[in-house]
């Protein structure tokens, strides 16, 4: 029986795995390469890396880094983080990643979507976009890790980058980050009905009952968790976890 993906989504900060609350208050959580033989362990669907710091620091993800989750990875993996060049999505690709994953720069140049979804398909190409409420509750993309806003409107974009060919988006709630309190459900269904590309929910999830919100409530086609997968309890200690397959194909 067919199940929508569910996909783990870690942050790098240097080195370290970090979590953050509304894109703040970031957290060292542990190895990421241990993460990832754990994750093997789990059978994640997918996992999706993002370096946090590349943009702003004006640099791409670390190719390294890149070729050690691609040593170590039994399922497909994503990541980005400073994507900027044609250069940067074919070394990454040549060292293991499925997919490459384009927020800042889709926002200052979107037609190099176009440019990457013809060179390596629209199937490698997917576009976060990083959505937060300004003071009088309009929803805007924000870009640079949540600090810069693009005054754009966050269905519009989606929409443009469709166009543009990007092959998936990520819907990301700024305001719901970390707080395993559920998707911003509005949100996700306005951009899944304006696309016909898949829409990966993020943002705010803190149970499977999350999930199947998400994607009967809000069209969806897929659905991701950062904190849900590395905190357990209330006291949020460190544990990396990922639910069984059984008990997902039993909630959606």
């Known amino acids: 029986m067919f199940r929508p993906r569910v996909i783990v989504i870690l942050l790098l900060k ?3 795995l970090v979590k953050s609350i509304k894109f703040k208050n970031y957290r060292y959580i542990g190895d990421p390469i241990n993460a990832v033989k754990i994750f093997n362990d789990l059978k994640a669907d997918e996992l999706v890396f993002l370096d946090i710091l590349a943009s702003r620091e004006g640099r791409s993800i670390s190719l390294d880094f890149v070729r050690n989750v691609g040593d170590e990875a039994n ?7 400073g994507v ?12 293991g990643a499925e997919k490459v994953i384009i927020n800042s720069y889709a926002v200052e140049n979107p037609d190099f979507i176009t440019e990457a979804s013809d060179l390596f398909g629209n199937s490698t190409i997917v576009v976060s976009i990083d959505v937060k409420k300004t003071y009088f509750g309009k929803k805007q993309v924000y870009t640079l890790g949540g600090n810069k806003s693009s005054r754009l409107d966050p269905v519009v974009f989606a929409k443009l980058m469709e166009e543009k060919g990007a092959g998936e988006i990520i819907i990301n709630s700024i305001d719901k980050d970390g707080l395993m309190t559920g998707y911003d459900l509005d949100l996700i269904k306005d951009v899944s009905m304006a696309v016909r590309i898949p829409v990966i929910a993020a943002g705010g999830a803190g149970s499977i009952e999350d999930f199947k919100k998400a994607v009967n409530n809000s069209y969806a086609s897929a659905v991701s968790a950062g904190s849900m997968f590395v905190y357990h309890g209330p006291r949020k200690a460190v544990l990396i976890n990922y639910p069984d397959n059984s008990d997902l194909k039993n909630i959606f």
Do not use: E, H, S
């Not at 399922?75 to 983080?81: E, I, K, N, T, Y």
């Not at 044609?86 to 060292?95: A, E, S």
């Open 75 to 81: 399922m497909p993996f994503a990541v980005g983080g």
């Open 84 to 95: 900027r060049t044609i250069q940067d999505i074919k070394k990454i690709i040549n060292f």
């Open 14 to 16: 240097g080195l370290g």
